[in-house]
């Protein structure tokens, strides 16, 4: 079975920091492209970003570029979400997935991320 967990959520000041880790195992590490989503209230979910698993490459909505980064801590097991210059918009329960970065088949139970002051 399939397991992904997210962590790290919490509430942060605009223009802050906050980093959050999905664990899987490591068969789905290396085998599975993993992306992160985010659904803010009354709206519908929104990719951030995917790390391809042919080659690592990473992409990212337009919306997160320059700020949201994200790596992998083999010795943990986890995709880490470090997300930098947060603003109030980026407020919403993140999600991270696996499967391929076309598609996903399964979901973290999400963890919620508040930016305010």
């Known amino acids: 079975q399939v397991q992904l967990v997210e962590s790290g959520g919490g509430l942060v000041q605009p223009g802050g920091p906050l980093r959050l880790s999905c664990a899987a195992s490591v068969f789905i590490l290396d085998n599975y492209a993993l992306g992160w989503f985010r659904q803010a209230p009354g709206k519908e979910r929104e990719w951030v970003l995917c790390?391809?698993?042919?080659?690592?490459?990473?992409y990212y909505a337009d919306s997160v570029k320059g700020r949201f980064t994200t790596s992998r801590d083999n010795a943990k097991n986890t995709v880490s979400l470090q997300m930098n210059s947060l603003k109030p918009e980026d407020t919403a329960v993140y999600y991270c997935a696996t499967g391929t970065c076309d598609r996903y088949d399964y979901w973290g139970q999400g963890t919620q991320v508040t930016v305010s002051s």
């Open positions: 790390i391809s698993s042919s080659d690592g490459s990473t």
